[in-house]
């Protein structure tokens, strides 16, 4: 299938990948198996972020870890807290016990 993705539609697809390759990693900083599950059936051709994509994927997981640590001392204390999370492109969202902090 021919895909005309580019510019912001492609970015949701990195961050993605970020999260499912970290995920798939020795050790990983976190853990996104439904990141591993929607790359997996998504028809895209993610092998084109391996070359150079180990920075991001780094990044997007260390950025998942600070986030999810800071939202669940929040919601610690905030337990009816409602949580937006604008701009984070394809972020599976997680129930408070479910973070990987």
Do not use: C
């Amino acid at each position: 299938m021919e895909h005309s993705l580019s510019g912001i539609p492609e970015t949701l697809l990195v961050a993605l990948w970020a999260r499912a390759a970290e995920t798939r990693m020795p050790t990983p900083l976190i853990r996104d198996e439904k990141a591993v599950e929607m790359v997996g059936r998504i028809d895209y051709d993610f092998t084109r972020f391996d070359k150079g994509g180990k920075l991001t994927q780094t990044g997007v997981a260390v950025r998942t870890r600070i986030l999810d640590t800071a939202l669940l001392k929040y919601l610690s204390s905030h337990p009816d807290a409602v949580v937006i999370n604008l701009g984070a492109g394809l972020t599976i969202v997680k129930a408070a016990g479910e973070f990987t902090a």
